[in-house]
């Protein structure tokens, strides 16, 4: 039988680029009903356990200020809002820590925030490097995490 091509290449062909994305020019602009709905300036939390966080300097318009504070959950969020808005990030060292060595500790946190209405997890490493070969040795497959955590 003949193959069809693919619309999409796997992720793992995906090439990508060390430099980053620039900021959007203007924020998202909320509107009801045709209206621009003017909103407070939201503050921005960092985790005071963050070791080497985001530069959210292109973003410095968008919010009031930014505080470093002790999250009970995650590694960022909204003053306010910590309850419902929850941003966890895993670097490639401590993606695989966390799904090796860590893992009860790591399936324990993806479980707390699968109770957070609003969750993100950002792994700030390309598909391709997690897919990869570590110095340790070891399968990279046993750090790719796929389930539904309730």
Not at 48 to 60: L, Y
Not at 101 to 115: D, Q, T
Request: glycine fraction near 8%; proline fraction near 8%; include cysteine.
């Amino acid at each position: 039988m003949k193959r069809r091509p693919t619309l999409i290449s796997p992720p793992l062909d995906w090439q990508m680029s060390a430099v980053p994305v620039g900021a959007p020019v203007i924020p998202v602009i909320a509107e009801r009903g045709g209206t621009q709905l003017k909103t407070p300036l939201p503050v921005l939390l960092v985790d005071t356990r963050e070791q080497n966080p985001f530069d959210f300097s292109p973003f410095a318009g968008w919010f009031s200020g930014i505080k470093e504070k002790a999250l009970k959950l995650g590694d960022y969020s909204v003053a306010g809002l910590e309850d419902v808005c929850v941003v966890e990030r895993k670097g490639l060292g401590d993606l695989v820590s966390s799904c090796t060595s860590n893992r009860a500790v790591f399936v324990k946190r993806l479980k707390r925030m699968a109770r957070v209405p609003h969750r993100l997890l950002v792994i700030t490493s390309a598909l391709s490097e997690v897919k990869s070969e570590y110095g340790h040795g070891g399968n990279p497959n046993r750090v790719t995490v796929v389930g539904h955590f309730k």
